[in-house]
Protein backbone atom coordinates (compact mmCIF):
# COMPACT_ATOMS: atom_id res chain seq x y z
CA UNK A 1 0.00 0.00 0.00
CA UNK A 2 1.17 3.80 -0.84
CA UNK A 3 2.86 4.86 2.23
CA UNK A 4 0.46 8.29 1.94
CA UNK A 5 -2.70 5.78 1.53
CA UNK A 6 -1.77 3.72 4.53
CA UNK A 7 -1.53 6.65 6.94
CA UNK A 8 -5.38 7.53 5.86
CA UNK A 9 -6.56 3.68 6.35
CA UNK A 10 -8.86 2.20 8.62
CA UNK A 11 -7.54 -1.43 9.27
CA UNK A 12 -9.49 -3.91 6.69
CA UNK A 13 -12.23 -6.43 8.34
CA UNK A 14 -12.82 -10.05 6.70
CA UNK A 15 -16.64 -9.61 7.64
CA UNK A 16 -18.99 -9.30 5.38
CA UNK A 17 -22.75 -8.27 5.29
CA UNK A 18 -24.88 -10.89 6.41
CA UNK A 19 -22.65 -13.79 7.08
CA UNK A 20 -23.73 -14.66 10.08
CA UNK A 21 -27.63 -14.66 8.92
CA UNK A 22 -30.11 -17.23 8.62
CA UNK A 23 -32.42 -18.06 6.06
CA UNK A 24 -35.68 -19.16 6.79
CA UNK A 25 -39.63 -19.10 5.78
CA UNK A 26 -38.73 -15.86 3.72
CA UNK A 27 -36.30 -14.29 6.62
CA UNK A 28 -32.98 -13.46 6.18
CA UNK A 29 -32.07 -12.85 9.94
CA UNK A 30 -29.24 -11.55 12.11
CA UNK A 31 -29.89 -14.09 14.74
CA UNK A 32 -28.35 -12.82 17.99
CA UNK A 33 -30.38 -9.66 17.24
CA UNK A 34 -33.52 -10.69 15.79
CA UNK A 35 -33.63 -13.68 18.13
CA UNK A 36 -33.02 -11.24 21.26
CA UNK A 37 -35.01 -8.50 20.52
CA UNK A 38 -37.98 -10.73 19.45
CA UNK A 39 -37.62 -12.12 23.02
CA UNK A 40 -37.19 -9.15 24.79
CA UNK A 41 -40.17 -7.79 23.07
CA UNK A 42 -42.35 -10.81 23.82
CA UNK A 43 -41.20 -10.47 27.48
CA UNK A 44 -42.07 -7.40 27.93
CA UNK A 45 -45.70 -8.04 26.39
CA UNK A 46 -46.61 -10.39 28.40
CA UNK A 47 -44.87 -9.18 31.60
CA UNK A 48 -47.72 -6.36 30.72
CA UNK A 49 -49.99 -8.50 30.69
CA UNK A 50 -49.61 -9.33 34.84
CA UNK A 51 -48.50 -6.05 36.09
CA UNK A 52 -50.64 -3.66 36.37
CA UNK A 53 -50.28 -0.68 33.58
CA UNK A 54 -50.98 1.72 36.43
CA UNK A 55 -48.32 0.36 38.87
CA UNK A 56 -45.54 0.39 35.50
CA UNK A 57 -46.28 3.48 34.36
CA UNK A 58 -45.56 4.69 38.18
CA UNK A 59 -42.17 2.53 38.04
CA UNK A 60 -41.12 3.71 35.15
CA UNK A 61 -41.64 7.32 35.32
CA UNK A 62 -39.80 7.30 38.74
CA UNK A 63 -36.77 5.55 36.86
CA UNK A 64 -37.69 7.83 34.20
CA UNK A 65 -37.61 11.54 36.57
CA UNK A 66 -34.44 10.14 38.32
CA UNK A 67 -32.65 10.07 35.08
CA UNK A 68 -33.95 13.72 34.33
CA UNK A 69 -32.67 14.82 37.15
CA UNK A 70 -29.48 13.11 38.22
CA UNK A 71 -27.85 13.13 34.39
CA UNK A 72 -29.70 16.48 33.52
CA UNK A 73 -25.76 18.40 32.96
CA UNK A 74 -25.06 14.92 30.98
CA UNK A 75 -28.06 15.21 28.79
CA UNK A 76 -27.66 19.39 28.39
CA UNK A 77 -23.87 19.74 27.92
CA UNK A 78 -23.90 16.54 25.59
CA UNK A 79 -26.61 18.04 23.07
CA UNK A 80 -24.73 21.19 23.18
CA UNK A 81 -21.84 19.50 21.91
CA UNK A 82 -23.16 17.58 19.53
CA UNK A 83 -24.68 20.94 17.47
CA UNK A 84 -20.87 22.60 18.14
CA UNK A 85 -19.44 19.10 16.60
CA UNK A 86 -21.44 19.16 13.38
CA UNK A 87 -21.54 23.03 12.90
CA UNK A 88 -17.38 22.31 13.12
CA UNK A 89 -17.66 19.17 10.84
CA UNK A 90 -19.41 21.47 8.38
CA UNK A 91 -16.99 24.14 7.91
CA UNK A 92 -14.08 22.01 7.99
CA UNK A 93 -11.73 20.36 5.30
CA UNK A 94 -14.04 16.70 6.35
CA UNK A 95 -17.02 19.07 4.68
CA UNK A 96 -16.14 18.16 1.10
CA UNK A 97 -15.98 14.30 1.37
CA UNK A 98 -18.81 12.70 -0.54
CA UNK A 99 -20.90 9.86 0.92
CA UNK A 100 -20.45 6.87 -1.22
CA UNK A 101 -17.14 8.19 -2.57
CA UNK A 102 -15.62 10.91 -4.53
CA UNK A 103 -17.82 9.84 -7.62
CA UNK A 104 -20.85 9.11 -5.73
CA UNK A 105 -24.07 10.93 -7.30
CA UNK A 106 -27.50 11.36 -5.16
CA UNK A 107 -30.18 8.49 -5.85
CA UNK A 108 -32.97 11.13 -5.27
CA UNK A 109 -33.98 14.28 -5.95
CA UNK A 110 -33.21 17.39 -3.51
CA UNK A 111 -36.72 17.69 -3.17
CA UNK A 112 -37.93 13.93 -2.16
CA UNK A 113 -34.62 13.69 0.18
CA UNK A 114 -35.87 16.65 2.01
CA UNK A 115 -39.24 15.76 1.96
CA UNK A 116 -38.37 12.17 3.29
CA UNK A 117 -36.16 14.11 6.16
CA UNK A 118 -39.06 16.06 7.20
CA UNK A 119 -41.64 13.31 6.85
CA UNK A 120 -39.57 10.42 8.93
CA UNK A 121 -37.97 12.55 11.18
CA UNK A 122 -40.47 15.49 12.88
CA UNK A 123 -43.50 15.81 10.58
CA UNK A 124 -45.99 14.10 13.05
CA UNK A 125 -44.72 16.44 15.70
CA UNK A 126 -45.40 19.98 14.00
CA UNK A 127 -49.20 18.99 14.12
CA UNK A 128 -49.66 17.26 17.68
CA UNK A 129 -47.28 20.23 19.38
CA UNK A 130 -47.82 23.02 16.59
CA UNK A 131 -50.47 24.50 18.94
CA UNK A 132 -50.24 22.67 22.21
CA UNK A 133 -46.59 23.84 23.83
CA UNK A 134 -46.08 27.20 22.78
CA UNK A 135 -49.43 27.77 24.76
CA UNK A 136 -48.42 25.29 27.21
CA UNK A 137 -45.60 27.93 27.86
CA UNK A 138 -47.59 30.75 27.85
CA UNK A 139 -50.39 29.54 29.61
CA UNK A 140 -47.86 27.87 32.51
CA UNK A 141 -49.78 24.83 31.58
CA UNK A 142 -46.46 23.03 33.23
CA UNK A 143 -44.10 25.71 33.73
CA UNK A 144 -42.32 28.37 32.20
CA UNK A 145 -39.01 28.98 30.85
CA UNK A 146 -37.03 30.93 33.60
CA UNK A 147 -40.47 31.00 35.20
CA UNK A 148 -41.50 33.87 33.58
CA UNK A 149 -44.95 34.86 34.89
CA UNK A 150 -47.66 33.95 32.61
CA UNK A 151 -49.62 35.47 29.69
CA UNK A 152 -47.45 38.75 29.73
CA UNK A 153 -45.20 39.93 26.28
CA UNK A 154 -42.17 38.18 27.64
CA UNK A 155 -43.98 34.74 28.48
CA UNK A 156 -44.94 35.23 24.55
CA UNK A 157 -41.35 35.47 23.31
CA UNK A 158 -39.78 32.65 25.33
CA UNK A 159 -43.04 30.32 24.98
CA UNK A 160 -41.89 30.93 20.67
CA UNK A 161 -38.15 30.89 21.04
CA UNK A 162 -38.17 27.85 23.46
CA UNK A 163 -40.79 25.89 21.21
CA UNK A 164 -37.99 26.35 18.32
CA UNK A 165 -35.18 25.37 21.21
CA UNK A 166 -36.90 22.02 21.58
CA UNK A 167 -37.08 21.25 17.55
CA UNK A 168 -34.52 23.06 15.83
CA UNK A 169 -30.80 23.01 15.92
CA UNK A 170 -30.01 21.06 18.66
CA UNK A 171 -32.89 18.16 17.85
CA UNK A 172 -31.11 17.89 14.30
CA UNK A 173 -27.51 18.06 15.32
CA UNK A 174 -28.39 14.67 17.61
CA UNK A 175 -29.82 12.95 14.02
CA UNK A 176 -26.90 14.38 11.74
CA UNK A 177 -24.76 12.66 14.30
CA UNK A 178 -26.17 9.50 13.62
CA UNK A 179 -26.77 9.49 9.96
CA UNK A 180 -23.78 10.62 9.30
CA UNK A 181 -21.54 8.11 10.81
CA UNK A 182 -24.05 4.91 9.17
CA UNK A 183 -23.99 6.97 6.05
CA UNK A 184 -20.16 7.00 5.56
CA UNK A 185 -19.12 3.95 7.30
CA UNK A 186 -21.93 1.64 5.08
CA UNK A 187 -21.16 3.91 1.72
CA UNK A 188 -17.59 4.44 1.72
CA UNK A 189 -16.46 1.74 3.60
CA UNK A 190 -18.37 -0.76 2.61
CA UNK A 191 -19.51 -1.93 6.58
CA UNK A 192 -23.26 -3.27 7.13
CA UNK A 193 -25.46 -0.39 7.42
CA UNK A 194 -26.07 -1.34 11.51
CA UNK A 195 -25.20 0.91 14.17
CA UNK A 196 -22.30 -1.57 15.28
CA UNK A 197 -20.57 -0.58 12.32
CA UNK A 198 -19.90 3.06 13.06
CA UNK A 199 -17.82 2.06 15.91
CA UNK A 200 -15.57 -0.32 13.97
CA UNK A 201 -13.03 2.28 13.99
CA UNK A 202 -12.45 1.93 17.90
CA UNK A 203 -13.40 -1.89 18.78
CA UNK A 204 -11.99 -3.32 15.38
CA UNK A 205 -13.43 -6.94 14.98
CA UNK A 206 -14.98 -6.85 18.61
CA UNK A 207 -17.85 -4.40 16.89
CA UNK A 208 -19.39 -7.71 14.99
CA UNK A 209 -19.65 -9.79 18.48
CA UNK A 210 -21.61 -9.24 21.72
CA UNK A 211 -20.63 -6.12 22.08
CA UNK A 212 -22.27 -4.80 18.34
CA UNK A 213 -25.10 -7.22 19.24
CA UNK A 214 -25.76 -5.77 22.31
CA UNK A 215 -26.26 -1.65 20.70
CA UNK A 216 -28.23 -3.17 17.58
CA UNK A 217 -30.31 -4.77 20.12
CA UNK A 218 -30.51 -1.53 22.00
CA UNK A 219 -31.38 0.15 18.80
CA UNK A 220 -34.26 -2.30 17.66
CA UNK A 221 -36.21 -2.04 20.71
CA UNK A 222 -35.96 1.75 21.34
CA UNK A 223 -37.05 2.13 17.86
CA UNK A 224 -39.80 0.06 18.03
CA UNK A 225 -41.00 1.06 21.44
CA UNK A 226 -40.94 4.27 20.17
CA UNK A 227 -42.48 4.24 17.21
CA UNK A 228 -45.55 1.85 19.30
CA UNK A 229 -46.34 4.95 21.82
CA UNK A 230 -45.93 7.31 18.48
CA UNK A 231 -49.40 5.20 16.32
CA UNK A 232 -50.30 5.15 20.13
CA UNK A 233 -50.93 8.58 20.47
CA UNK A 234 -51.32 9.35 17.21
CA UNK A 235 -54.52 6.94 17.06
CA UNK A 236 -55.87 8.84 19.95
CA UNK A 237 -55.37 12.48 18.39
CA UNK A 238 -56.66 11.47 15.31
CA UNK A 239 -60.09 9.63 16.83
CA UNK A 240 -60.15 12.89 19.19
CA UNK A 241 -60.13 14.88 15.87
CA UNK A 242 -62.73 12.62 14.17
CA UNK A 243 -65.15 12.66 16.97
CA UNK A 244 -64.87 16.42 17.18
CA UNK A 245 -65.31 16.95 13.95
CA UNK A 246 -68.13 14.65 12.88
CA UNK A 247 -69.71 14.73 16.16
CA UNK A 248 -69.15 10.99 16.64
CA UNK A 249 -68.08 9.51 20.14
CA UNK A 250 -65.54 6.69 18.71
CA UNK A 251 -63.60 5.24 21.81
CA UNK A 252 -60.77 2.04 21.81
CA UNK A 253 -62.60 0.72 19.09
CA UNK A 254 -61.86 3.78 16.62
CA UNK A 255 -58.43 4.03 17.95
CA UNK A 256 -57.88 0.02 17.45
CA UNK A 257 -59.51 0.25 13.68
CA UNK A 258 -57.23 3.45 13.18
CA UNK A 259 -53.84 1.66 13.61
CA UNK A 260 -54.92 -1.16 11.93
CA UNK A 261 -55.71 1.17 8.66
CA UNK A 262 -52.12 2.61 9.57
CA UNK A 263 -50.42 -0.05 10.28
CA UNK A 264 -52.33 -2.25 6.50
CA UNK A 265 -50.97 1.18 4.59
CA UNK A 266 -48.22 0.90 5.99
CA UNK A 267 -47.09 -3.05 5.25
CA UNK A 268 -48.09 -2.30 1.42
CA UNK A 269 -45.56 0.92 1.42
CA UNK A 270 -42.75 -1.34 2.73
CA UNK A 271 -43.72 -3.79 0.38
CA UNK A 272 -42.50 -1.12 -2.32
CA UNK A 273 -39.73 -0.37 -0.69
CA UNK A 274 -37.94 3.15 -0.48
CA UNK A 275 -38.95 4.04 -3.90
CA UNK A 276 -42.48 3.02 -4.62
CA UNK A 277 -43.67 3.74 -0.89
CA UNK A 278 -41.91 5.85 1.67
CA UNK A 279 -41.00 8.58 -0.97
CA UNK A 280 -44.37 8.88 -2.79
CA UNK A 281 -46.20 9.00 0.54
CA UNK A 282 -43.53 11.74 1.71
CA UNK A 283 -43.66 14.02 -1.02
CA UNK A 284 -47.95 13.94 -0.82
CA UNK A 285 -47.47 14.68 2.68
CA UNK A 286 -45.43 17.90 1.77
CA UNK A 287 -47.99 19.00 -0.60
CA UNK A 288 -50.53 18.47 1.99
CA UNK A 289 -48.85 19.98 4.81
CA UNK A 290 -47.58 23.06 2.54
CA UNK A 291 -51.60 23.95 1.57
CA UNK A 292 -52.30 23.97 4.49
CA UNK A 293 -50.07 25.94 5.96
CA UNK A 294 -50.55 28.69 3.05
CA UNK A 295 -54.16 28.75 4.02
CA UNK A 296 -53.76 29.14 7.41
CA UNK A 297 -51.43 31.60 6.70
CA UNK A 298 -54.13 33.30 4.17
CA UNK A 299 -57.10 32.87 6.79
CA UNK A 300 -55.03 34.11 9.70
CA UNK A 301 -52.57 36.45 8.07
CA UNK A 302 -53.50 39.78 10.02
CA UNK A 303 -52.25 37.80 13.13
CA UNK A 304 -49.35 36.23 12.03
CA UNK A 305 -47.87 38.88 9.86
CA UNK A 306 -45.34 39.67 12.47
CA UNK A 307 -44.57 35.87 13.82
CA UNK A 308 -42.05 34.59 11.76
CA UNK A 309 -39.57 37.20 12.50
CA UNK A 310 -40.59 37.91 15.96
CA UNK A 311 -40.22 33.98 16.77
CA UNK A 312 -36.63 33.94 14.79
CA UNK A 313 -35.61 36.73 16.80
CA UNK A 314 -37.02 34.82 20.02
CA UNK A 315 -35.06 31.57 19.42
CA UNK A 316 -31.72 34.11 18.20
CA UNK A 317 -32.04 36.01 21.94
CA UNK A 318 -32.67 32.25 23.88
CA UNK A 319 -30.83 29.68 22.58
CA UNK A 320 -27.82 30.28 24.75
CA UNK A 321 -29.62 31.02 27.76
CA UNK A 322 -31.81 28.16 27.32
CA UNK A 323 -28.94 25.69 26.14
CA UNK A 324 -27.42 27.03 30.02
CA UNK A 325 -28.36 24.67 33.04
CA UNK A 326 -26.25 26.33 35.28
CA UNK A 327 -28.10 28.49 37.51
CA UNK A 328 -31.21 27.78 36.69
CA UNK A 329 -34.55 28.74 38.88
CA UNK A 330 -36.92 27.03 36.53
CA UNK A 331 -35.26 23.19 37.02
CA UNK A 332 -38.70 21.49 37.44
CA UNK A 333 -39.63 23.38 33.59
CA UNK A 334 -36.07 22.22 32.32
CA UNK A 335 -35.88 18.92 33.39
CA UNK A 336 -40.20 18.22 32.49
CA UNK A 337 -39.52 19.55 29.11
CA UNK A 338 -35.41 20.39 27.40
CA UNK A 339 -34.09 17.62 29.29
CA UNK A 340 -37.30 15.18 28.49
CA UNK A 341 -37.04 16.68 24.77
CA UNK A 342 -33.38 15.71 24.35
CA UNK A 343 -33.56 12.62 25.86
CA UNK A 344 -36.47 11.51 23.46
CA UNK A 345 -34.30 13.19 20.33
CA UNK A 346 -31.05 11.03 21.74
CA UNK A 347 -33.58 7.90 22.14
CA UNK A 348 -35.43 8.18 18.91
CA UNK A 349 -32.15 9.22 16.80
CA UNK A 350 -30.76 5.37 15.79
CA UNK A 351 -34.02 5.17 14.02
CA UNK A 352 -33.98 8.58 12.29
CA UNK A 353 -30.19 8.74 11.89
CA UNK A 354 -30.40 5.26 10.20
CA UNK A 355 -33.42 6.31 7.82
CA UNK A 356 -31.69 9.68 6.67
CA UNK A 357 -28.48 7.39 6.41
CA UNK A 358 -30.23 5.25 3.84
CA UNK A 359 -31.58 8.02 1.63
CA UNK A 360 -28.63 10.31 1.55
CA UNK A 361 -25.63 8.51 -0.79
CA UNK A 362 -24.25 10.85 -2.79
CA UNK A 363 -24.53 14.30 -0.91
CA UNK A 364 -21.12 15.75 0.70
CA UNK A 365 -20.94 15.83 4.49
CA UNK A 366 -21.13 19.76 4.24
CA UNK A 367 -24.74 19.66 2.25
CA UNK A 368 -25.59 16.74 4.46
CA UNK A 369 -25.44 18.61 7.23
CA UNK A 370 -26.92 21.78 6.10
CA UNK A 371 -30.05 20.22 5.05
CA UNK A 372 -30.21 17.60 7.87
CA UNK A 373 -29.86 20.78 10.86
CA UNK A 374 -30.68 23.85 8.76
CA UNK A 375 -33.64 22.94 6.69
CA UNK A 376 -35.89 21.51 8.83
CA UNK A 377 -34.66 24.06 11.31
CA UNK A 378 -36.07 26.71 9.47
CA UNK A 379 -39.37 24.47 8.63
CA UNK A 380 -40.10 24.36 13.04
CA UNK A 381 -39.87 28.09 12.54
CA UNK A 382 -41.93 28.82 9.57
CA UNK A 383 -44.81 26.24 11.45
CA UNK A 384 -44.80 26.85 14.62
CA UNK A 385 -44.47 30.77 14.40
CA UNK A 386 -47.99 30.38 12.18
CA UNK A 387 -49.79 27.86 14.01
CA UNK A 388 -47.94 28.64 17.35
CA UNK A 389 -48.91 32.14 16.99
CA UNK A 390 -52.65 31.94 15.90
CA UNK A 391 -53.21 29.71 19.49
CA UNK A 392 -51.40 32.29 21.76
CA UNK A 393 -53.55 35.19 19.65
CA UNK A 394 -56.66 33.05 20.87
CA UNK A 395 -55.74 32.77 24.39
CA UNK A 396 -54.86 36.58 24.90
CA UNK A 397 -58.08 37.76 23.25
CA UNK A 398 -60.30 35.13 24.61
CA UNK A 399 -61.28 33.76 21.18
CA UNK A 400 -63.08 30.34 21.31
CA UNK A 401 -62.42 27.10 23.08
CA UNK A 402 -58.94 27.58 23.54
CA UNK A 403 -59.01 31.73 24.44
CA UNK A 404 -62.25 30.16 27.03
CA UNK A 405 -60.39 26.97 28.65
CA UNK A 406 -56.70 27.17 27.86
CA UNK A 407 -55.68 23.96 27.80
CA UNK A 408 -57.34 21.01 28.64
CA UNK A 409 -56.76 18.24 25.63
CA UNK A 410 -53.80 17.94 24.07
CA UNK A 411 -55.12 15.86 21.44
CA UNK A 412 -57.79 18.27 21.04
CA UNK A 413 -55.83 21.82 20.80
CA UNK A 414 -55.25 22.02 17.07
CA UNK A 415 -58.85 21.58 16.50
CA UNK A 416 -59.94 23.85 18.64
CA UNK A 417 -57.96 26.45 17.21
CA UNK A 418 -59.43 25.63 13.78
CA UNK A 419 -62.76 26.13 15.30
CA UNK A 420 -62.00 30.02 15.30
CA UNK A 421 -61.15 29.90 11.59
CA UNK A 422 -62.74 29.89 8.23
CA UNK A 423 -63.98 26.48 6.74
CA UNK A 424 -62.57 24.64 10.41
CA UNK A 425 -64.07 21.38 9.17
CA UNK A 426 -62.26 21.44 5.75
CA UNK A 427 -59.31 21.89 7.50
CA UNK A 428 -59.53 19.55 10.02
CA UNK A 429 -60.13 17.23 7.53
CA UNK A 430 -56.70 17.89 6.12
CA UNK A 431 -55.13 17.73 9.06
CA UNK A 432 -56.56 14.54 10.34
CA UNK A 433 -55.26 12.50 6.90
CA UNK A 434 -51.97 14.09 7.39
CA UNK A 435 -51.76 12.94 10.81
CA UNK A 436 -52.40 9.06 9.09
CA UNK A 437 -50.02 9.84 6.16
CA UNK A 438 -47.51 11.11 8.71
CA UNK A 439 -47.98 7.90 10.81
CA UNK A 440 -47.72 5.73 8.00
CA UNK A 441 -44.43 6.93 6.48
CA UNK A 442 -42.96 6.75 10.60
CA UNK A 443 -44.38 3.42 10.36
CA UNK A 444 -42.89 2.01 7.27
CA UNK A 445 -39.64 4.37 7.10
CA UNK A 446 -39.10 2.61 10.89
CA UNK A 447 -39.58 -0.82 9.58
CA UNK A 448 -37.45 -0.48 7.34
CA UNK A 449 -35.14 0.69 9.76
CA UNK A 450 -35.19 -2.22 12.06
CA UNK A 451 -35.05 -4.61 8.69
CA UNK A 452 -31.83 -3.54 7.97
CA UNK A 453 -30.27 -4.35 11.75
CA UNK A 454 -31.67 -7.29 12.43
CA UNK A 455 -30.37 -8.73 8.81
CA UNK A 456 -27.36 -7.92 9.66
CA UNK A 457 -26.62 -4.66 7.88
CA UNK A 458 -28.62 -5.70 4.78
CA UNK A 459 -30.35 -2.64 3.11
CA UNK A 460 -32.55 -5.02 1.28
CA UNK A 461 -34.58 -7.71 3.47
CA UNK A 462 -36.97 -10.23 2.26
CA UNK A 463 -40.41 -8.59 1.90
CA UNK A 464 -41.93 -10.86 4.27
CA UNK A 465 -39.10 -9.54 6.92
CA UNK A 466 -40.48 -5.71 6.30
CA UNK A 467 -44.30 -7.09 6.96
CA UNK A 468 -43.35 -9.03 10.16
CA UNK A 469 -41.70 -5.76 11.72
CA UNK A 470 -44.14 -3.20 9.97
CA UNK A 471 -47.05 -6.04 11.85
CA UNK A 472 -45.34 -6.20 14.86
CA UNK A 473 -45.16 -2.26 15.20
CA UNK A 474 -49.08 -1.97 15.21
CA UNK A 475 -49.68 -4.88 17.31
CA UNK A 476 -47.58 -3.47 20.53
CA UNK A 477 -49.33 0.19 19.78
CA UNK A 478 -52.65 -1.81 19.71
CA UNK A 479 -52.05 -3.93 22.96
CA UNK A 480 -50.64 -0.88 24.88
CA UNK A 481 -54.04 0.72 24.15
CA UNK A 482 -56.01 -2.15 24.40
CA UNK A 483 -55.04 -3.40 28.33
CA UNK A 484 -53.80 0.10 29.53
CA UNK A 485 -54.85 3.08 26.92
CA UNK A 486 -52.96 6.09 27.58
CA UNK A 487 -51.19 5.14 30.79
CA UNK A 488 -49.49 2.38 29.27
CA UNK A 489 -48.26 4.43 26.26
CA UNK A 490 -47.08 6.76 28.40
CA UNK A 491 -45.15 3.92 30.43
CA UNK A 492 -43.63 2.29 27.31
CA UNK A 493 -42.78 6.60 26.73
CA UNK A 494 -40.69 6.54 29.93
CA UNK A 495 -39.10 3.49 28.99
CA UNK A 496 -37.77 4.51 25.87
CA UNK A 497 -36.47 7.71 27.17
CA UNK A 498 -34.33 5.83 29.94
CA UNK A 499 -32.79 3.75 27.19
CA UNK A 500 -31.34 7.97 26.30
CA UNK A 501 -28.99 7.26 28.76
CA UNK A 502 -27.06 4.76 27.65
CA UNK A 503 -27.18 5.78 23.77
CA UNK A 504 -25.88 9.75 25.12
CA UNK A 505 -22.19 8.00 25.81
CA UNK A 506 -23.12 6.22 22.81
CA UNK A 507 -23.55 9.48 20.43
CA UNK A 508 -20.31 10.58 22.21
CA UNK A 509 -18.09 7.42 21.20
CA UNK A 510 -19.63 7.90 17.85
CA UNK A 511 -18.59 11.09 17.40
CA UNK A 512 -14.57 10.15 18.35
CA UNK A 513 -14.96 6.91 15.62
CA UNK A 514 -16.56 9.49 12.68
CA UNK A 515 -13.57 11.95 12.75
CA UNK A 516 -11.24 9.09 13.08
CA UNK A 517 -13.40 7.29 9.98
CA UNK A 518 -13.75 10.95 8.12
CA UNK A 519 -9.80 11.57 8.38
CA UNK A 520 -8.93 8.09 6.35
CA UNK A 521 -10.53 10.22 2.86
CA UNK A 522 -9.67 13.40 4.53
CA UNK A 523 -6.84 13.53 1.49
CA UNK A 524 -8.74 12.24 -1.40
CA UNK A 525 -9.98 16.35 -1.48
CA UNK A 526 -6.73 17.76 -1.11
Not at 497 to 504: H, N, R, S, Y
Request: charged share 10%.
Amino acid sequence: MDKKLKQYSIDTTDYEVGQDNIQKWGFDIHNPVFGTSAGLLFLFLTSLLVVDPATAKEALNGVRNSIMEDFDLLFMWSTNFFLIFTLLLMVSPYGKIRIGGKDATSEYSTASWLAMLFAAGMGIGLLFWGVAEPTAYFTDWWGTPFNVEAQTSEAKALAMGATIFHWGLHGWAIYAIVALALAFFAYNKRLPLSMRSVFYPIFGDRAWGWLGHTIDILAVLATLFGLATSLGLGAQQATSGINHVFGTDGGIGMQLSIIAFVTFIAILSVIRGIEGGVKVLSNINMVFAFALLVFVTYVGFDIIKFSIPQTMMAYVENILPLSNPHGREDTTWMHGWTVFYWAWWISWSPFVGMFIARVSKGRTVREFLFAVIFVPTLMTIIWMSIFGGLAIDQVVNKVGELGANGLTDISLTLFQVYDALPFSSAISIISIVLILIFFVTSSDSGSLVIDSITAGGKIDAPIPQRIFWATVEGAIAAVMLWIGGKEALQALQSGVVITALPFTFVLLLMCVSLVKGLNTERFLYK
